[in-house]
């Protein structure tokens, strides 16, 4: 059974960045399709940025390109996202997923708090 637990977030001035990992166990990692997710209250949780199992190829919503990074490693099992510029409109829950067909794969983990404020 797949278990996520991200890490990493927390309170930062509007411009700062932060850093979101997240911890998979399980095995296969290297085989699966990850995600990073957030969700603002009151709202659906939605994807923000893909990574291939490779790493090789990535994808993010218009809103984060150019400001957040995902990336992987395979040795460790764990996916990270460099947040950078981060405003008001970034602050929300973020999770982690395994992005299988389209959809989360497993129940999600605790997600990481991140708040954008003065």
């Known amino acids: 059974q797949v278990q996520l637990v991200e890490s990493g977030g927390g309170l930062v001035r509007p411009g700062g960045s932060l850093t979101l990992s997240c911890a998979v166990s399980g095995a296969a990692f290297n085989y699966r399709t990850m995600a990073w997710y957030r969700q603002v209250p009151g709202k659906e949780r939605e994807w923000i940025s893909i990574?291939?199992?490779?790493?090789?190829?990535?994808d993010y919503k218009e809103f984060v390109k150019g400001r957040f990074t995902i990336s992987r490693d395979n040795t460790k099992n764990t996916v990270t996202l460099q947040m950078n510029n981060l405003g008001p409109d970034d602050t929300a829950v973020y999770y982690c997923n395994e992005r299988r067909r389209a959809v989360p794969a497993h129940p999600w983990g605790p997600g990481t708090q991140v708040t954008v404020s003065l």
């Open positions: 990574i291939s199992s490779s790493g090789d190829t990535t």
